[in-house]
């Protein structure tokens, strides 16, 4: 049995023993090895302390509020889903839900109800979905709708500033500025407001026009990987499917895969609704979602083709660089989006991406912030 090997053996018994084993083991490799151990340590401490009866967490006498336990449990769910492979993953779950009782996500609404939306729980709301029932999940969806509306506020001014022109006088701007006053529709709609005996006219609605460029429709296409390891791109892609179709110009095409596809574009204009569509986890064939994106392009001169990956390809390589050639050759534009989380965190397989890069299509990781700015020079 040679060194790494056995430092192998060292580093699983080091997770089975825990903090039992004190100082006697040591996790062994070089540092990014020994900090991803760290962290998946900690993670089982925390699930299986529990089965020591030395958690602090587990006061049967405890009434009221939300303490750091119930954060730490969504947090713990998240990263159970990053560090562990995903059959691994589906055991501490179960776990974690069946013998120590960590089920305070999926049994009270109430509970729900008063923590905070986030993108920490609705990441946590997204991977425990399929448990859910009734009240608890109809609760789970009002907190992805509050989620996916406020990360929309934040982008959506970014994206519409980048279109200026003409004014579009049939859709209501949320930029209230007074250049974008439409005075007609303003008053045509509080004329039933008008006082006779003043003669005024009380304004209770006052209305606001969009600005838009004159361009064709463009239809946008977004494949989103839906594996474990994408979540947040996911949250984010739904959200942007959202805005691109509010567009006056820009017909958008949502699909949504792993090894299989799923188109949700009839549900574009509902982020909530697409989020709890997703089954997250399995395997990934890009290569076959851009297949079927590539039968979605009608009109390659105005058509964007945006993929949402890892990059690292389950099905055949050959056959993603050959589709991804074609998409290319007729026209269309074609970009593979690395990092579209709230962390924005690069990784994603770079040979491959450099392959697609070198025949014209566009890779790149970005933050959310450059995210909107960038989708619209896409479709300019």
Not at 81 to 95: G, I, Q, S, Y
């Amino acid at each position: 049995m040679n060194d790494n090997t056995n430092q192998t053996a060292l580093n699983r018994w080091k997770l089975i023993l825990g903090s039992l084993s004190g100082n006697d083991l040591q996790f062994g490799g070089n540092q990014q090895q020994i900090n991803q151990l760290t962290d998946m340590e900690e993670l089982l401490d925390y699930l299986y302390s529990r089965a020591q009866g030395d958690d602090v967490r587990q006061d049967s006498g405890r009434s009221g509020g939300l303490g750091k336990s119930q954060i730490m449990a969504a947090e713990w769910i998240t990263k159970i889903r990053r560090l562990f492979p995903k059959e691994t993953a589906d055991v501490l779950e179960n776990h974690a839900l069946e013998k120590f009782n960590m089920t305070e996500l999926l049994a009270d609404k109430k509970i729900l109800e008063r923590m905070t939306p986030d993108m920490n729980l609705l990441k946590t709301i997204l991977q425990l979905k399929h448990l859910m029932r009734g009240d608890v999940l109809n609760t789970a969806r009002k907190i992805a709708e509050k989620v996916a509306q406020e990360l929309s506020s934040k982008i959506e001014n970014d994206i519409r500033r980048t279109f200026s022109g003409r004014i579009d006088r049939n859709s209501s701007s949320p930029v209230k500025s007074a250049r974008n006053l439409d005075f007609k529709k303003t008053i045509r709609h509080n004329l039933k407001n008008y006082d006779s005996e003043s003669g005024q006219l009380i304004l209770k609605n006052i209305y606001f026009s969009n600005k838009i460029k004159k361009y064709n429709n463009k239809r946008i296409i977004i494949a989103v990987d839906e594996s474990g390891s994408m979540l947040g791109s996911v949250i984010y892609s739904a959200v942007m499917a959202q805005i691109i179709a509010r567009l006056p110009f820009a017909e958008v095409k949502l699909v949504i895969f792993d090894t299989s596809i799923v188109d949700l574009s009839g549900e574009a204009g509902d982020p909530a609704q697409v989020l709890m569509s997703v089954q997250l986890g399995g395997g990934t064939d890009i290569g076959k979602a851009l297949g079927y994106c590539e039968s979605l392009i009608a009109s390659p001169s105005r058509t964007c083709v945006i993929v949402v990956t890892d990059l690292y390809e389950g099905g055949a390589e050959k056959n993603l660089l050959n589709i991804s050639r074609n998409i290319i050759g007729s026209g269309a534009k074609l970009n593979f989006l690395t990092a579209l989380d709230e962390n924005a965190n690069p990784a994603y397989n770079r040979l491959l991406g450099q392959k697609l890069a070198d025949m014209g299509a566009f890779v790149g990781a970005m933050t959310p912030e450059q995210l909107g700015n960038y989708i619209s020079k896409m479709i300019l």
